[in-house]
């Protein structure tokens, strides 16, 4: 890759309550629990970011929206899976309200200022300081073979060592498969995971490590997968990623919801591998018995559809309803168009349970 290499964004991640702010264009993620970033960090704090794509990635997004007001994923000519080009990059910027006080490693981080709302962290007018806490990295390449999409994480680990953004990225952790299989029976334990390779020296930094007082933070990401200090520990990056598919699968949610007090039994721990934990091969389903369109790991793809969607639900756009939204499944829009015809204004009130869309943009969970 090209130092000087030119950089995208995804369309349509502006519209919604978690959509871009007005200052750098950060949009809402995750709000992280109590001892996710740090053995001391509390449950208050906010997550911003902002994600590019190089040339490759951004070809692959041009296909899409060739027609910017119907986008669509390309029927491929050999008659396999659409894709994203080999080669393709996409990193993305996290950053938090959380500082060096709760979370030692954020001491002296380069910060932004973002206009995320009324919040204890905000000026008057909305505006905040945010901390560079994590860059993702996510790249497609053939060698991965179970996945075809490599993923990386970085903390931006202080006290500053230079002046540059980049001076004091330290690696998490790199991911090519999900250990499909693979299990501890106790849960906080980690398993015999081959396909993520951690940095050791961030144990007890980013993850427990010996430090017996961080009971929150086992590992990174589940049972020892990857996953940066802003995630969730039940999924990792490629489980996540590997259900980005239109539309999103009925019953799995990107991140799988359980309790951790009590810990999950072996039982539940065996169901959840072998649900999340596979190794989707890019341009393929997670679950090849639920009809949906696979979106080649891009959640911003998934994103982005569903905020345009939200916006025709919602009115604001105007002509006809994009075909992608008109899919069956929950959010179906019905309409031909984007804005009501008088008659379906004056039945609103019974349209509004008939076709509610009740799609929920994804920030990560
Ligand atoms: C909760 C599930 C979830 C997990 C876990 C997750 N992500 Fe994402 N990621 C998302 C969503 C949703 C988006 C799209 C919205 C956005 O960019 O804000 C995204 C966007 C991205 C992008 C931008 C391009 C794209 O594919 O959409 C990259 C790169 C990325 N994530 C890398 C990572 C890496 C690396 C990890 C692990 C350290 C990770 N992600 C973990 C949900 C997740």
């Not at 309550?17 to 750098?24: D, K, S, V, Y």
């Not at 802003?230 to 019953?251: F, I, K, T, V």
């Not at 890019?282 to 905020?307: E, I």
């Not at 916006?311 to 009501?340: N, W, Y």
Request: hydrophobic content about 35%.
């Amino acid at each position: 890759m090209k130092a000087n290499a030119d950089w995208w964004i995804a369309p349509w991640m502006d519209y919604g309550a978690n959509g871009r702010e007005p200052l750098e264009g950060l949009t809402k993620e995750r709000g992280p629990k109590a001892g996710d970033l740090s053995p001391t960090s509390m449950g208050n704090h906010q997550v911003w970011a902002i994600g590019w794509y190089n040339a490759e990635g951004s070809y692959a997004l041009r296909q899409v929206f060739s027609d910017p007001c119907n986008p669509s994923i390309p029927a491929s000519a050999s008659g396999s899976a659409w894709t994203f080009p080999n080669g393709t990059a996409a990193f993305k910027l996290l950053f938090t309200t959380a500082d060096g006080s709760e979370v030692s490693y954020l001491n002296g981080a380069p910060t932004v200022r973002a206009k995320i709302g009324p919040s204890q962290f905000s000026d008057g007018d909305g505006v905040a300081s945010l901390r560079l806490l994590q860059v993702d990295v996510g790249v497609r390449d053939p060698d991965a073979s179970g996945t075809d999409w490599v993923m990386g994480t970085f903390i931006w680990q202080g006290p500053a060592t230079g002046d540059g953004l980049l001076d004091n990225l330290v690696p998490v952790g790199l991911m090519w498969g999900n250990d499909p299989g693979v299990q501890n029976n106790t849960f906080a334990s980690p398993a015999a995971i081959q396909q993520t390779g951690l940095n050791a020296q961030l144990a007890g930094v980013v993850w427990q490590g010996n430090n017996q007082t961080w009971p929150e933070r086992p590992f990174p990401g589940f049972q020892g997968r990857l996953n940066g200090p802003a995630d969730n520990l039940r999924s990792s990056c490629l489980s996540c990623h590997g259900l980005a598919q239109w539309r999103r699968h009925p019953q799995l949610s990107i991140v799988p919801s359980y309790d951790l007090d009590p810990p999950p039994t072996a039982a539940k721990i065996t169901d959840l591998v072998s649900k999340y934990f596979k190794n989707v091969k890019g341009g393929t389903l997670n679950d090849g018995a639920v009809s949906a369109t696979p979106l080649d790991y891009s959640l911003q793809l998934d994103a982005a559809f569903t905020r345009m969607c939200q916006a025709c639900g919602d009115e604001v756009l105007s002509g006809p309803t994009p075909d992608l939204c008109r899919h069956p499944g929950s959010g179906q829009i019905k309409r031909e168009t984007c804005e009501k015809t008088a008659l379906q204004a004056a039945t609103s009130w019974l349209g509004s349970w008939i076709a509610a869309p009740d799609l929920e943009i994804p920030p990560r969970q």
